[in-house]
């Protein structure tokens, strides 16, 4: 497997993880996307550990019910750290919030840290 096919597959399991909506589904998503010492820090959040990653995961379905997180165009990467940009798309299919993350993987190819940023957020 080459360094940036294990960087897609990370990142297809973080989408995997991030779009659960049902309790057992999110347990699993988790466990196999991050590591059980995960760090996860954007403006709105900052956790630890998969207990930490899916209570902020269910927040964030609870705020927007029905959106999906979308990956936008390729991951880019190089020494265990990887960079991709997401999307929130509402069911109408508008994307009222996006930004990027950058992700640094454990030596089994889970995710150990997240650190997010958000380029585009709706009005409050």
Known sequence: ???????ADAVARYFEAWNATEEEALGKAVAAAFD???TYTDP???VAGQDGLAAVITGAHAQFPG???RQLGDVDGHHDVARFGW???APD???????FDVVRLADDGRIRTVVGFLDRVPAM
């Open 36 to 38: 059980e010492g995960a």
């Open 1 to 7: 497997m080459t360094e940036q096919q294990r960087y």
């Open 87 to 89: 999307e929130l798309v």
């Open 67 to 69: 959106f999906v997180f």
């Open 44 to 46: 709105l959040a900052d």
């Open 93 to 99: 299919g508008t994307a009222p919030v996006a930004g």
